[in-house]
Nanobody
Framework: VQLQASGGGLVQPGGSLRLSCAAS????????IGWFRQVPGKEREGVSC????????YYADSVKGRFTISRDNAKNTVYLQMNNLKPEDTAVYYC?????????WGQGTLVTVSS
């Protein structure tokens, strides 16, 4: 199982980024995928999650109305569109899936929101 997150970078407040999570090594369209983020010294927090076929989506209150999660099962990829970014969104973003009770994580991609 491999998860490869990408798309992070430096953006000004109010800007946008799209993160991608490319997956391999498992039957992608059978599993939900989540995005988490972590700031040094703080616990990792859940940001958004999408069900296996994309019908159900979850968003943390802090990102509702600004972030949109989607998936393309033909490409084994999940996306996180982040709009109206705020400095408090600065973090390393990780994608995650759980297979047979075990969590798998991508390597993380850094998002920095700063003027």
């Amino acid at each position: 199982v491999q998860l490869q997150a990408s798309g992070g970078g430096l953006v000004q407040p109010g800007g946008s980024l799209r993160l991608s999570c490319a997956a391999s090594g498992f039957r992608f369209d059978d599993y939900a995928i989540g995005w988490f983020r972590q700031v040094p010294g703080k616990e990792r927090e859940g940001v958004s999650c999408i069900s296996s076929k994309g019908y159900s989506k979850y968003y943390a209150d802090s990102v509702k109305g600004r972030f949109t999660i989607s998936r393309d099962n033909a490409k084994n990829t999940v996306y996180l569109q982040m709009n109206n970014l705020k400095p408090e969104d600065t973090a390393v973003y990780y994608c995650n899936t759980r297979l047979r009770g075990r969590d798998y994580w991508g390597q993380g991609t850094l998002v920095t929101v700063s003027s």
